[in-house]
């Protein structure tokens, strides 16, 4: 199983691995609110934030000055958008002539079957939703150096990249009531952008966490793999800010995702999306 890592293997082998492994237990990255959950989660509470970062949040960054009315944006430490309701829905990255193809050509089977079975996700609200609280943040005095945005899906890391460092959400060929206006003026090259795997090992003064996925059915495909969710929500150091549907991911029935939610919903600023606001 590749979820299980060498390291999971040798403890497990070796009974005695208590004579020979040493738990790191202070950590010199998050400040205590961003590091309380996966230490109770994962590490049996025994983390600890270094007296250096235990407090940090963005307002404390010397070049950052609260724009009024949005002095939370800098001093909140854990955000969420909360985008359920449906109007912030998932969608397939294939084309959808590619599964609706009437002609009986062999080839254009196998090409609807591929690109069934390689399809990503990506959600355009949520794209939105992440540039409302990137232009917060700059507005403010934030660098761009300073954020890292992390989404689990490729397909959504290429639209972020698009309207991040371009200006553009939707291709010209996509039929979108809203294309029109889903577009920016303002574009931020320098902000990185990757997916979870891409973020591995990396860590930014912020971090915006895009979910991607919203639907009925509360189903989340491999946002279930707990190890990969801790990668993105301990990447920063001063604020994590998650873009997500609340009711999909607490309601798929994964423990994990449940107890994160939870959490959430008890320590962080929880916000409601309009996406009327938005276009």
């Known amino acids: 199983m590749l979820s299980t890592t060498l390291f999971d293997r040798l403890l497990e082998i070796h009974s005695n691995h208590d004579q020979f492994t040493c738990f790191l237990n202070i950590q010199y990255r998050m400040n205590e609110k961003i590091m309380r959950f996966p230490s109770d989660q994962l590490y049996n509470s025994k983390l600890v934030a270094d007296k250096s970062v235990a407090n940090g949040q963005v307002s404390d960054l010397d ?3 609260p724009v009024k009315g949005h002095e939370d944006d800098v001093t909140e430490q854990v955000i969420w958008y909360d985008t359920q309701g449906g109007n912030f829905p998932e969608a397939d990255s294939s084309s959808p002539e590619d599964f609706n193809n009437n002609n009986n050509n062999n080839n254009s089977k196998k090409k609807a079957s591929r690109n069934a079975l390689f399809a990503s996700k990506y959600n355009d609200g949520e794209c939105l939703l992440v540039l409302k609280h990137v232009k917060s943040l700059i507005h403010s005095g934030v ?3 300073d954020i890292g945005i992390i ?9 972020l990249k698009k309207l ?6 939707t291709d ?7 294309q029109d206006n889903a577009t920016s003026s303002e574009t931020f090259p320098d902000i990185e952008i990757s997916t979870v795997d891409g973020f591995q090992g990396r860590e930014k003064e912020i971090i915006i966490l895009s979910m991607v996925r919203s639907n009925d059915k509360h189903e989340v495909g491999f946002l279930e793999d707990f190890k990969r969710l801790n990668v993105s929500i301990t990447r920063c150091k001063k604020q994590l800010c998650i873009v997500g549907d609340f009711e999909t991911l607490s309601e798929s029935g994964v423990s994990f995702l449940k107890n994160w939610c939870d959490w959430c919903e008890e ?4 916000r409601y999306a309009d996406n ?4």
């Open 63 to 65: 070049y950052v000055k």
């Open 151 to 159: 989404s689990p899906y490729n397909a959504q890391v290429t639209k």
């Open 164 to 169: 991040i460092r371009n200006g553009i959400l």
């Open 267 to 270: 320590n962080a600023d929880i």
């Open 143 to 145: 660098k761009q150096q």
């Open 172 to 178: 010209d060929d996509d039929d979108n009531d809203n």
């Open 276 to 279: 009327e606001e938005l276009y």
